[in-house]
Antibody, heavy 119, light 107 residues
Framework: EVQLLESGGGLVQPGGSLRLSCVAS????????MSWVRQAPGKGLEWVSG????????YYADSVKGRFTISRDESKNTLYLQMNSLGADDTAVYYC????????????WGQGTLVTVSS | EIVLTQSPATLSLSPGERATLSCRAS??????LAWYQQKPGQAPRLLIY???NRATGIPARFSGSGSGTDFTLTISSLEPEDFAVYYC?????????FGQGTKLEIK
C-alpha cells in the first residue's frame, strides 16, 4: 500500500522557519515526481512546490518562490520542504502528494501537517 | 497561466439525485484534467484522471467527461458519503492549478 506521512508542522513566529518532512512507502520513491500542496483554513487547494523524480528540477508557486526549498533524500524515501521567512499567509495544512508518471495528477496524498504562523 | 473555474460554488441536492459539476479552463488543456473529492478533515482523494478515467477503487457512479476547456464530473445517484467538496486540477509547464472547488451539500 502506498503511504505518505508528513511531519514537522507546528506553531512558528512570523519571519521564522520550519522544515516539513514526508516519508514515503509502498512504492519506488526514486521513480516519481513529488509535490507539496497546501490548504489555508477554510480555503481551497494551492500547489506550492514540486520536484522531479531524479531531483534535477524543482518548481515553485510564485507565492513561495525564493522562500521555500523542496528537496528529496532517496536513501530515506523522504521529501522535504524548507520554509523560510514565514508569514501569516503561509498558515495552512501542508500535504505531500505523489505525482503520476508522467506527472499530471496526484495520487495518493498524505494526511497533512498543520503549519500555523502567529506571534 | 491557466485558470480553472468551477461552477456552481455550492450545489444542494438530495441522496439519489444526479449531480453535475462543471470545470472550465481559461485555455485548452486537452484531456489533461483531474478531479478530487475532499471530505472535512481529510486529504483530497483522486477520483478521475485524464478527464474521464476513474481512479482505482472509485465507484462507477462517478464519471468524468469533456475536453479542451469544458469538463464535467457527474455523480449518477448520490450516496450520503458523496457530500463533500470537489476540485478539478490541471498541470501545465510543471506547475499545477486547482479550481476553487464545488461544495456538494445535502438539501
Amino acid at each position: 500500500e502506498v503511504q505518505l506521512l508528513e511531519s514537522g508542522g507546528g506553531l512558528v513566529q512570523p519571519g521564522g522557519s520550519l522544515r516539513l518532512s514526508c516519508v514515503a512507502s509502498g512504492f519506488t520513491f526514486s521513480t516519481y515526481a513529488m509535490s507539496w500542496v497546501r490548504q489555508a483554513p477554510g480555503k481551497g487547494l494551492e500547489w506550492v512546490s514540486g520536484i522531479s523524480a531524479d531531483a534535477t528540477a524543482s518548481y515553485y508557486a510564485d507565492s513561495v518562490k525564493g522562500r521555500f526549498t523542496i528537496s528529496r533524500d532517496e536513501s530515506k524515501n523522504t521529501l522535504y520542504l524548507q520554509m523560510n521567512s514565514l508569514g501569516a499567509d503561509d498558515t495552512a495544512v501542508y500535504y505531500c502528494a505523489k505525482a503520476s508518471a508522467p506527472p499530471s495528477w496526484f495520487d495518493p496524498w498524505g494526511q497533512g501537517t498543520l503549519v500555523t504562523v502567529s506571534s | 497561466e491557466i485558470v480553472l473555474t468551477q461552477s456552481p460554488a455550492t450545489l444542494s441536492l438530495s441522496p439519489g439525485e444526479r449531480a453535475t459539476l462543471s470545470c472550465r479552463a481559461s485555455q485548452s488543456v486537452g484531456s489533461y484534467l483531474a478531479w478530487y473529492q475532499q471530505k472535512p478533515g481529510q486529504a483530497p482523494r483522486l477520483l478521475i484522471y485524464d478527464a474521464s478515467n476513474r481512479a482505482t477503487g472509485i465507484p462507477a457512479r462517478f464519471s468524468g467527461s469533456g475536453s479542451g476547456t469544458d469538463f464535467t464530473l457527474t455523480i449518477s445517484s448520490l450516496e450520503p458519503e458523496d457530500f463533500a467538496v470537489y476540485y478539478c486540477q490541471h498541470r501545465s509547464n510543471s506547475m499545477y492549478t486547482f479550481g476553487q472547488g464545488t461544495k456538494l451539500e445535502i438539501k
